[in-house]
């Protein structure tokens, strides 16, 4: 009976946190946006196919509209509309890839160090603080001039460095549960570190850790456009919204928007789109929130 109860208590609990999140219109146009742009991404180029592989010297710097081309042709020929589908898939799958990728393994490392305590937890901030005393972009930069810039070596580049705030957020939140009734109870039953961090310390963050999952996927699509936009990013004929972008400022002064415009605004709007998600997300695990 009691089990049901609280299943039920949980049941409406994520019922008024769903109901939370979709008040806030600024976040659910946040997910409509997100919703779009993937579609756009993975489903356009079904829609609307177009040659991104090899290039045509003969159809260069053509105006949106004419000759059939939606958004124009870039430098060498490619259909700029096309271009930015391609591009959506390299931004979308590092960003997410890398954003999740960081977020889990942050998770893991704060959880254990907050859990722990002591001269474990000592030793594995001072290696958070260490490196998070580096500008991230910096490092980015030097080890994307060392290694071939692909997409799998864009992810793990990024994520390397990505996890230190999630890491710093879960051992904050590992600290207060550490001394839980819940969790005081099945240690002293014997239970071990690892069941605790991973059933009780986890579990109960996992507020924290999804909130943040989306703050740090926007985080790693700002990156893969910094890398890209100083030529770090990945080699074409793959395409990268940041490349994009920089390969159109040095058309700024030919009047040829189209190739400045889409990719900056794609930007934009995805890491918007991402915080505003976050910004929902983050109202509908809020306690008090719930407790209205």
Same mark, same amino acid.
């Given at each position: ?5 609280t ?9 008024? !946190? %769903?109901? *939370?999140?979709?008040?806030?219109k600024?976040?659910? +146009? ?9 579609? +756009?991404? $993975?489903?356009?180029?079904l829609i ?8 045509n010297?003969?159809? =260069?710097?053509?105006?949106? !509209?004419?000759?059939?081309?939606i ?12 271009r930015?589908?391609? !591009? ?24 254990t160090?907050? +859990? ?15 490196l998070m005393?580096?500008?991230?972009? &910096? ?7 060392? *290694? ?6 864009? =992810? ?20 207060a549960?550490?001394?839980?009734? $819940? ?18 310390? =986890?579990r109960?963050?996992?507020?924290? %850790? ?6 740090q *996927?926007a985080?790693?699509?700002?990156? %893969?456009?910094?890398?890209? $936009? ?36 794609a930007?934009?709007?995805l890491v918007?789109? $991402?915080? +505003? ?5 983050r109202?509908? &695990? ?7």
């Amino acid at each position: 009976m009691a089990s049901q109860k609280t299943k039920k208590r949980h049941v409406g609990m994520g019922r008024q !946190g %769903v109901a *939370v999140f979709f008040e806030n219109k600024l976040a659910v +146009f946040g997910l409509s946006l997100v919703i779009f742009l993937v579609l +756009f991404s $993975f489903l356009g180029p079904l829609i609307y196919p177009s040659e991104q592989v090899h290039t045509n010297l003969s159809q =260069v710097h053509i105006a949106p !509209g004419e000759q059939g081309f939606i958004l124009g042709t870039d430098g060498v020929g490619y259909d700029q509309l096309g271009r930015l589908m391609l !591009g959506g898939q390299t931004s979308l799958i590092v960003g997410l890839s890398a954003g999740l990728l960081a977020t889990a393994f942050g998770t893991i490392w704060g959880a254990t160090a907050g +859990f722990i305590g002591g001269w474990v937890d000592a030793v594995m901030m001072r290696i958070v603080d260490s490196l998070m005393s580096i500008p991230a972009l &910096f490092l980015f930069m030097l080890i994307a001039t060392i *290694v071939t810039p692909t997409i799998p070596m864009l =992810v793990l580049v990024i994520s390397a460095f990505a996890w230190l705030n999630p890491a710093r957020m879960v051992r904050g939140d590992s600290i207060a549960l550490r001394s839980r009734e $819940f969790v005081t109870a099945m240690r002293g039953m014997g239970g071990k570190p690892l069941r605790a961090v991973r059933t009780h310390i =986890v579990r109960n963050s996992i507020g924290t %850790v999804i909130v943040n999952a989306t703050f740090q *996927v926007a985080d790693a699509v700002l990156y %893969v456009a910094y890398l890209s $936009f100083l030529g770090l990013g990945v080699p074409p004929p793959a395409a990268n919204w940041g490349g994009m972008l920089s390969t159109g400022l040095s058309e700024i002064y030919s009047g040829r928007w189209w190739l400045i415009y889409p990719p900056g605004i794609a930007i934009i709007l995805l890491v918007l789109a $991402f915080n +505003f998600v976050g910004d929902g997300l983050r109202d509908a &695990f809020e306690v008090r929130l719930r407790k209205r």
